[in-house]
């Protein structure tokens, strides 16, 4: 074997190796720490009643027991700012990880005067066919509200409102929040997530 030949081996071997050690090292390393933040004691909200089209009355474990992760994000249809852009970023992170089935989006309304269970799904739908809209009486969307620690106030011309996004897990515990600053985030999380275990 001429000293060249030998020279071309050695150089080939050793970026097959360096590409070896490359791809075990990221094969190995740990997933990214997720950015949104974690509850540390994850509550559950399965047993939360709300009213689906038709007034059909459902709970959250209804669309957690069957995903891996729920997305819930309350907000109400009149909404001119926050609400669609919110819905909007959701919707595109959906269809970026290709509308994975492990994956469902609930909106459910704070303003159930207007937003009725029709209206709050037809809203939802216009973002992606997918998602859910959900409405419920006062007391069931105060309650609602308060187990996700969404604040809200109907001052006449506009609902005031939390605009965090929630995830929850398939035992329908609420397990992750995201304000507006992080949803760019939500993409790469999710990946995360979904490709887990542990959810």
């Given amino acids: 074997m001429n000293a060249t030949l030998r020279t071309v081996l050695i150089v080939a071997g050793l970026a097959l190796a360096g ?16 950015v949104g933040t974690a509850l540390s004691d994850p ?3 399965s047993g939360l009643q709300l009213q689906a089209v038709g007034n ?3 709970t959250l474990g209804d669309y957690s027991n069957s995903n891996k992760v729920t997305a819930v994000f309350f907000g109400y249809t009149r909404c001119p700012d926050v609400c669609p852009l919110t819905m909007a970023r959701i919707a ?3 269809r970026t990880l290709g509308e994975p089935d492990g994956l469902s989006v609930v909106m459910v309304t704070v303003d ?3 937003d009725t269970p029709e209206v709050t799904q037809e809203y939802a739908s ?4 997918d998602f859910i809209g959900l409405s419920g009486s006062n007391q069931q969307i105060a309650e609602a509200a308060a187990a996700f620690y969404v604040g809200f106030n109907d001052i006449g011309t506009e609902v005031v409102h939390t605009d965090a996004l929630m995830l929850l897990d398939s035992q329908g515990r609420f397990r992750m929040l995201y304000t507006t600053d992080r949803l760019s985030a939500l993409t790469g999380d999710l990946q995360t997530i979904l490709a887990s275990s542990d959810w």
Wanted: hydrophobic content about 40%; cysteine-free; glycine content about 6%.
């Fill in 112 to 114: 159930p005067g207007f």
């Fill in 43 to 45: 509550i559950d909200v």
């Fill in 92 to 94: 595109d992170t959906y």
């Fill in 56 to 58: 059909r009355e459902v």
């Fill in 126 to 129: 216009v973002f992606h066919e």
């Fill in 19 to 34: 590409f070896a050690a490359y791809t075990a090292g990221r094969l190995l390393a740990p997933p990214p720490e997720p």
